[in-house]
T-cell receptor
Framework: GESVGLHLPTLSVQEGDNSIINCAYS??????FIWYKQESGKGPQFIID?????DKRQGQRVTVLLNKTVKHLSLQIAATQPGDSAVYFC?????????????FGAGTILRVKS | DAGVIQSPRHEVTEMGQEVTLRCKPI?????LFWYRQTMMRGLELLIY????????DSGMPEDRFSAKMPNASFSTLKIQPSEPRDSAVYFC??????????FGPGTRLTVL
């Protein structure tokens, strides 16, 4: 039969513009959130993380915003470059008895146009 | 540190054959994870070890899959017998404590 794959949302931006990638998480008990970048043929690469007691954290060219009220996470990339083209995953972490459980979102494709 | 090391990077095998995937976590990390990534299901956690002990194997698809971690620097994921639907990219990741996981480059498995 015909297989149906995940249909990932795609964000296309012009080189030099800012990118905003959004993620909705499901568990209000999640206490730690991570953004990963996955380039073609490679494993997910850690970008930035944020704890639930914060609402904003900045890195180099990246900012993560957390809105716990609506369970929403966003990744902002400033001055997007062609090398930023990849699939971006958010992940939510919940501390359980045996350790922290990490649940990944489906991912968003970022395409940077030169 | 060279990061998480996985081998082989690519594996092509025939249905029914045994497949063994290998992982060397980052030195000092006490947690190791095996994930599977497919277009159909995205990134799925198969099993999680903490201090070499399997803690959560609820993601292991069926008895054909098994994983071991004989010491802090080595883990294997075995599929026996392999089936075409096992074709995927298998990632190993490691971490220290409740922190972000660092992923290896993955093993692309094709079962014909």
């Amino acid at each position: 039969g015909e297989s149906v794959g995940l249909h990932l949302p795609t964000l296309s931006v012009q080189e030099g513009d800012n990118s905003i990638i959004n993620c909705a998480y499901s568990n209000s008990a999640s206490d730690y959130f991570i953004w990963y970048k996955q380039e073609s043929g490679k494993g997910p690469q850690f970008i930035i993380d944020i704890r639930s007691n914060m609402d904003k954290r900045q890195g180099q060219r990246v900012t993560v915003l957390l809105n716990k009220t609506v369970k929403h996470l966003s990744l902002q990339i400033a001055a997007t470059q062609p090398g930023d083209s990849a699939v971006y995953f958010c992940a939510e972490s919940t501390l359980l008895e045996y350790g922290n459980k990490l649940v990944f979102g489906a991912g968003t494709i970022l395409r940077v146009k030169s | 540190d060279a990061g998480v090391i996985q081998s082989p990077r690519h594996e092509v095998t025939e249905m029914g054959q045994e497949v063994t995937l290998r992982c060397k976590p980052i030195s000092g990390h006490n947690s190791l994870f095996w994930y599977r990534q497919t277009m159909m299901r995205g990134l799925e956690l198969l099993i999680y070890f903490n201090n070499n002990v399997p803690i959560d194997d609820s993601g292991m698809p069926e008895d054909r899959f098994s994983a071991k971690m004989p010491n802090a620097s080595f883990s294997t994921l075995k599929i026996q017998p392999s089936e075409p639907r096992d074709s995927a990219v298998y990632f190993c990741a490691s971490s220290f404590g409740p922190s972000g996981r660092l992923f290896g480059p993955g093993t692309r498995l094709t079962v014909l």
